[in-house]
């Protein structure tokens, strides 16, 4: 998570809890009784009970759950809550008392007498006893504590989660940018092994096979570094390669490819096509035998690519390690990364023929 990011989602929850108090503030003002005034000792009155929950949540939300609860010293958790509790109860209890003298002592109330003419107060402005009053601040209490540790512990639940999400998008980073970096060495491996083929065969082939070495690495430089290019130019680039690939073949190898000229608008990972086009020109052709290679990429209605390649099949012997079959292993790797659950490869063979179908969902 970008801090921009962080900065927002602080200021959230700083907005949420300003909001709550707000409320909290108000709810004497009004849910009170229209039909008796609200004097400013009623309304700090009622303010008390709140203003101490206030006090054991923000504690245990702000401190004690961070430093004691999520690094597991419980103990010490559990005794520091039951010292917060005992001072909040009793000062709690020590004002509740004195606003409740206070506003005894201000009302005008009617002289009552009991049997033998002695002066005593209305029950119902004694209020509960104090056993009472402090047995429910602390069963309050520990629901408040509850609802700290179930935000605290949501909240550093969705951070862990941010910081796992930005460890794993680190690491497909790292991973898809290896995985480029040996694409790119195999790649020219393959290509300068053609351009010196063709230097003892035509040399002015050759300077044509590097004019077109110059396209295809401008691309690999400039453009295959982001994580996704526009199809038009990775269609330009197959059309390179194609072109360069088809330099070194001799007449007995049929070369057709079909893809499509209007490709705006869509973006695809780079160099994704490659590597089975590599394949088809090492596995593919003969140097004396009939040789076909058919390739054809398409758009669906369904906003997929689909890529089929075809051609003849004569197998590379086992000493024969130019490539190693690294193209291939590297374009599962970053289909399963790049497009995971968004893509098919269907591979099929027999004696005569090997074909390839690609599909990957835009």
Do not use: C
């Not at 309050?140 to 999400?165: C, H, L, N, P, Y």
């Amino acid at each position: 998570m970008t801090s921009r990011q962080n900065h927002t989602r602080r200021n959230i929850e700083i907005g949420l809890h300003i909001l709550i108090w707000v409320l909290i503030f108000n709810i004497p003002l009004l849910s009170g009784n229209h039909n008796l005034p609200i004097t400013f000792d009623s309304y700090i009155r009622s303010l008390i009970l709140p203003f101490f929950f206030g006090i054991v949540f923000y504690t245990n939300y702000l401190f004690l759950i961070p430093r004691l609860l999520l690094p597991k010293k419980l103990v010490v958790f559990f005794v520091a809550n039951i010292v917060l509790y005992s001072t909040s109860g009793a000062v709690m209890e020590f004002t509740r008392t004195f606003f409740h003298s206070r506003s005894s002592t201000n009302l005008s109330i009617p002289h009552m007498r009991d049997a033998h003419g002695n002066i005593v107060k209305p029950l119902h402005h004694l209020g509960p006893p104090a056993s009472d009053m402090i047995m429910r601040a602390l069963i309050a209490f520990t629901m408040t504590t509850g609802i700290a540790v179930a935000i605290r512990t949501t909240k550093q639940w969705f951070i862990s989660e941010d910081v796992r999400k930005d460890l794993e998008r680190e690491h497909l980073k790292s991973e898809l940018a290896n995985l480029k970096n040996q694409l790119n060495p195999h790649f020219f491996f393959n290509t300068l092994n053609n351009i010196y083929g063709l230097i003892i065969q035509n040399q002015e082939k050759a300077q044509e096979a590097v004019l077109q070495l110059s396209k295809l690495m401008r691309y690999l430089i400039y453009d295959s570094n982001e994580k996704y290019v526009s199809l038009t130019k990775e269609i330009e680039f197959m059309h390179h390669y194609i072109d360069l690939m088809k330099l070194r073949v001799t007449n007995n190898v049929k070369v057709t490819y079909a893809f499509p000229k209007e490709t705006s608008g869509y973006t695809i990972a780079p160099l994704l096509f490659i590597s089975l086009i590599e394949n088809s020109f090492k596995h593919g052709i003969s140097a004396d035998k009939p040789s076909e290679i058919h390739m054809d990429l398409k758009i669906t209605t369904e906003k997929e690519v689909v890529f089929s390649i075809k051609n003849t099949s004569f197998p590379k012997k086992d000493n024969d390690r130019s490539g190693s079959g690294i193209g291939l292993e590297n374009l599962k790797k970053r289909l399963n990364l790049l497009y995971a659950n968004k893509h098919s490869i269907d591979v099929t063979s027999d004696a005569d023929y090997y074909s390839t179908i690609l599909t990957v969902k835009l």
